[in-house]
C-alpha cells in the first residue's frame, strides 16, 4: 500500500522558515509528478508547487522567490523549503503524487501555523 507521509509543519513567527519533506513508502516504483497542495480554513485545496520526475517544477505565484521545491529520487522524497513565510500561508500542507497511469495519492497533512 503506498503511502506518503508529511513531516515538517509547525508554528513559526512571520518572515520565519520552515522545511517540508514528504517520503513515499509502500512501492518500488518513482512517483510521476509530486507535489505539495494547502488548504487554508473555509478555502480549497490549492497547489502550492510540483515537481516532475524528469525536475520540471511549477509554483504557485504567491509563493514564488519564497518556496522551493525539490525531490531526492533515490529516497523517493519530495521537499518544500518556506522561506519568508507570511500570516497567510497558514493552512493545512498536503503531499501528492501522481502515476504515469494516473494514481493519485495524498498524504494525511501538515499543520503550517504563521503568527504575527
Known amino acids: 500500500q503506498v503511502q506518503l507521509v508529511e513531516s515538517g509543519g509547525g508554528l513559526v513567527q512571520a518572515g520565519g522558515s520552515l522545511r517540508l519533506s514528504c517520503e513515499v513508502s509502500?512501492?518500488?516504483?518513482?512517483?510521476?509528478?509530486m507535489g505539495w497542495y494547502r488548504q487554508a480554513p473555509g478555502k480549497q485545496r490549492d497547489l502550492v508547487a510540483v515537481?516532475?520526475?524528469?525536475?520540471?517544477?511549477n509554483y504557485a505565484d504567491s509563493v514564488k522567490g519564497r518556496f522551493t521545491i525539490s525531490r531526492d529520487n533515490a529516497k523517493n522524497t519530495v521537499y518544500l523549503q518556506m522561506n519568508s513565510l507570511k500570516i497567510e500561508d497558514t493552512a493545512v500542507y498536503y503531499c501528492?503524487?501522481?502515476?504515469?497511469?494516473?494514481?493519485?495519492?495524498w498524504g494525511q497533512g501538515t499543520q503550517v501555523t504563521v503568527s504575527s
Open positions: 509502500g512501492t518500488m516504483f518513482r512517483l510521476n509528478s
Open positions: 501528492h503524487g501522481d502515476t504515469s497511469w494516473g494514481q493519485n495519492y
Open positions: 515537481i516532475t520526475s524528469s525536475g520540471r517544477i
